[in-house]
Nanobody, 122 residues
């Protein structure tokens, strides 16, 4: 199936920046939307940002003005530039993609990455 691999997480001080990457691979025909979710310990997984194949974006209110999502369609890769990070941004960040797989069959798919830890602490 479609595999998603995240990278770029780590430890950063408040006010710092990180750039997350998520690369999709497999028998992908198209990816209609890719997004980033995050889940902090004891909290529900929440949408952070999403971007469609047409470039439309949406952001969760807490990250508006600080995070930017972008994508490279030929590379099936989505990025999340995170600036002005706050301790409350600490979470495991998961990449998600939806689209169609198998060029001959066009099955819809929804896939999750394994997650990458982002820790914002001084």
């Amino acid at each position: 199936q479609v595999q998603l691999v995240e990278s770029g997480g780590g430890l950063v001080q408040p006010g710092g920046s990180l750039r997350l990457s998520c690369a999709a691979s497999g028998s992908i025909f198209s990816i209609d939307v890719m997004g980033w979710y995050r889940q902090a310990p004891g909290k529900q997984r929440e949408l952070v940002a999403a971007i469609t194949s047409g470039g439309s974006t949406n952001y969760a209110d807490p990250v508006k003005g600080r995070f930017t999502i972008s994508r490279d369609i030929p590379k099936n890769t989505v990025y999340l530039q995170m600036n002005s990070l706050k301790p409350e941004d600490t979470a495991v960040y998961y990449c998600h993609a939806e689209g169609f797989k198998d060029r001959a069959l066009l099955y819809p798919f929804g896939s999750w990455g394994q997650g990458t830890q982002v820790t914002v602490s001084s």
